[in-house]
């Protein structure tokens, strides 16, 4: 077990339609982080919370919203996605968002837009 | 910018060592780590380098050349389960990680 969470696992949508990422983490941390995981591209950092405080947003299209209502919880909420978002969603916590915190990544979410 | 390079794929064979070299340049360098990420499962820490040298952790070991822009993960007595992509990230200052492509590591028996 990781000690972070995230639900559902696998999610396809239409560009039309609203869904959320969940994100839970059970470590007491106080940072958390979306990433996107495309097929043969790096990991790009999406957004940084840090004590409840967005503190990055990596230019990223406003079909992604995330919100953040405690340290424990993260969403990611998406709406008229675009068949190119479909990738791997992986949330990550950190004691702080000090960049020499190891973070600890949750499982990830398969996002397939059609 | 931000660059980190790493070869794509590496094949090795059960019982061997591998290298897995990881090359950056980026406007800011804290520290480097590498994560290991099974297919379809979150990528899990390794190790955390700062300083030039080589840190041993069991199996696996990482060395760091700040000066080159250079580090590499070794890993001895390759088993398969080894079988993984292995990250490299770099710890930018306050702009975060930076992770390379990744290596996709094959162990064959």
């Known amino acids: 077990e990781t000690g972070v969470t995230q639900t559902p696992r696998h999610l396809v949508m239409g560009m039309t339609n609203k869904k959320s990422l969940k994100c839970e983490q059970h470590?007491?941390?106080?940072?958390m982080y979306w990433y996107k995981q495309s097929a043969k591209k790096p990991l790009e950092l999406m957004f940084v919370?840090?004590?409840?405080?967005?503190?990055e947003n990596n230019s990223v299209p406003s079909r992604f919203s995330p919100e953040c209502p405690n340290s424990s919880h993260l969403f990611l909420h998406l709406h008229t996605l675009q068949p190119e978002d479909s990738a791997l969603y992986l949330c990550?916590?950190?004691?702080?968002?000090?960049?020499?915190?190891?973070?600890?990544f949750g499982p990830g979410t398969r996002l397939t837009v059609l | 910018g931000q660059n980190i390079d790493q070869p794509t794929e590496m094949t090795a064979t059960e019982g061997a060592i591998v290298q897995i070299n990881c090359t950056y340049q980026?406007?800011?360098?804290?520290?480097l780590f590498w994560y290991q990420q099974h297919a379809g499962e979150a990528p899990t820490f390794l190790s955390y380098?700062?300083?030039?040298g080589l840190e041993e952790k069991g199996r696996f070991s990482s060395f760091l050349s700040r000066s080159k822009g250079y580090s590499y993960l070794l890993l001895k007595e390759l088993q398969m389960k080894d079988s993984a992509s292995y990250l490299c990230?770099?710890?930018?200052?306050?702009?975060?990680?930076?992770f390379g492509p990744g290596t996709r590591l094959s162990v064959l028996p």
């Open positions: 380098n700062v300083l030039d």
């Open positions: 470590l007491g941390h106080n940072a």
């Open positions: 990550a916590s950190s004691p702080t968002a000090e960049s020499t915190d190891t973070q600890y």
């Open positions: 919370y840090n004590f409840k405080e967005q503190t």
């Open positions: 990230a770099v710890d930018n200052y306050g702009q975060n990680f930076v």
């Open positions: 980026t406007s800011g360098f804290n520290g």
